[in-house]
Nanobody, 121 residues
Framework: QAQVVESGGGLVQAGGSLRLSCAAS????????MGWYRQAPGKQRELVAI???????NYADSVKGRFTISTDNAKNTVYLQMNSLKPEDTAVYYC???????????????WGQGTQVTVSS
């Protein structure tokens, strides 16, 4: 099994910055993708940014130019640097991992429990 744990959420004023971290642990054999989703109250969960092991990184249009995803493959960790935060960025941010654990034949999706990001105006 694999586990993912987020950290770094909090309260910040509009225009401020936060950095989220997510560490994956467990018997991970291979990672296909790591990234971040978010869910605001009353809305569906949406992709924020994702790093795919082919070298591709995708961002939601709403965060392009403000958020940056990065990874430390040696530590199975993914980061999300969020700058120029807006009140509409307020949401619970979830770490996502698509990986294959030792002994498994398939890749599975793993989710963290989420970390709250609140941006005040």
């Amino acid at each position: 099994q694999a586990q993912v744990v987020e950290s770094g959420g909090g309260l910040v004023q509009a225009g401020g910055s936060l950095r989220l971290s997510c560490a994956a642990s467990g018997s991970i054999f291979s990672i296909n993708a790591m990234g971040w989703y978010r869910q605001a109250p009353g809305k569906q969960r949406e992709l924020v940014a994702i790093d795919i092991n082919t070298g591709r990184r995708n961002y939601a249009d709403s965060v392009k130019g403000r958020f940056t995803i990065s990874t430390d493959n040696a530590k199975n960790t993914v980061y999300l640097q969020m700058n120029s935060l807006k009140p509409e960025d307020t949401a619970v941010y979830y770490c996502y991992l698509q990986g294959r654990v030792a002994g498994a034949l398939s890749y599975y999706d793993y989710w963290g429990q989420g970390t709250q990001v609140t941006v005040s105006s």
